[in-house]
T-cell receptor, first 111, second 120 residues
C-alpha cells in the first residue's frame, strides 16, 4: 500500500517558468513532510520541509504548500532553472524517525 | 557538512555470493538507515538502527541483514545475493536530540552517494 504517492512520473518545464510537483498521502498520522532532490549517481539531498502545523514554507525559489484536509502537498519552483532538472522525492514522517518516500517525479527544465 | 560515505559506487556480484555494503558517517549521528531505490518504486526502507548494536526491520528486510558495531558504521549484508536484489542502495543518517518528552529524532536524513549493485 503506497502511503505517499507522486502520480506524475515526469514533468517538463521551460526555464523561467513555474514547476509544480505534487504529492498525496493517505496516512493521517503523518505530521512532517520533506522534499528531496536527487541527481543521477548521487544520493538524495534535502530540499525543504513543512510541519503539519503550517500550510506553507518558503525558501528562496522553493515553496512547499500543505493542504491537510486534502492530504496533499506541492512543491513550487519559481523560476525554474536547468540545474533544477533532477528527480524529486516527497517524504512523510509520523512515527519513530521513519520516512515514507514517494516514487519520485523526474523534472526536466529546458533552456 | 555531514558526510555519509559508502564503500563502493558500483558493485557486480554473482548469484549466491555474500555481499557486504558499508556505510560510514562522520557526524556522530545516532540513527542510520539502509534503503534501496528502484524505478517506479521510490526509496524503500530495508533496515534502520537507532543505536550501536540496535536494529529494526524496515519495510523490505527479507534477504538482508545488518550490523552496527560502531556508531559511525552501518553495514548491509546480503547473505546470498539474488538477481532481484540488483538495485541502487542508499545509506542515510540522522541526528537525535532530547526534548522535554524524551528522545526525538530529526526528520532530516543525510544520504550517501549510493552503491549500484548488479547481481548476475
Amino acid at each position: 500500500d503506497q502511503q505517499v504517492k507522486q502520480n506524475s512520473p515526469s514533468l517538463s518545464v521551460q526555464e523561467g517558468r513555474i514547476s509544480i510537483l505534487n504529492c498525496d498521502y493517505t496516512n493521517s498520522m503523518f505530521d512532517y513532510f520533506l522534499w528531496y532532490k536527487k541527481y543521477p549517481a548521487e544520493g538524495p539531498t534535502f530540499l525543504i520541509s513543512i510541519s503539519s502545523i503550517k500550510d506553507k514554507n518558503e525558501d528562496g525559489r522553493f515553496t512547499v504548500f500543505l493542504n491537510k484536509s486534502a492530504k496533499h502537498l506541492s512543491l513550487h519552483i519559481v523560476p525554474s532553472q536547468p540545474g533544477d532538472s533532477a528527480v524529486y522525492f516527497c517524504a512523510a514522517s509520523g512515527s519513530f524517525q521513519k520516512l515514507v518516500f514517494g516514487t519520485g517525479t523526474r523534472l526536466l527544465v529546458s533552456p | 557538512d555531514v558526510k555519509v560515505t559508502q564503500s563502493s559506487r558500483y558493485l557486480v556480484k554473482r548469484t549466491g555470493e555474500k555481499v557486504f555494503l558499508e556505510c560510514v558517517q562522520d557526524m556522530d549521528h545516532e540513527n542510520m538507515f539502509w534503503y534501496r531505490q528502484d524505478p517506479g518504486l521510490g526509496l524503500r526502507l530495508i533496515y534502520f538502527s537507532y543505536d550501536v548494536k540496535m536494529k529494526e526491520k524496515g519495510d523490505i528486510p527479507e534477504g538482508y541483514s545488518v550490523s552496527r558495531e560502531k556508531k559511525e558504521r552501518f553495514s548491509l549484508i546480503l547473505e546470498s545475493a539474488s538477481t532481484n536484489q540488483t538495485s541502487m542502495y542508499l545509506c542515510a543518517s540522522s541526528l537525535v536530540f532530547w526534548g522535554t518528552s524524551g528522545r526525538i529524532s530529526y526528520n532530516e536524513q543525510f544520504f550517501g552517494p549510493g552503491t549500484r549493485l548488479t547481481v548476475l
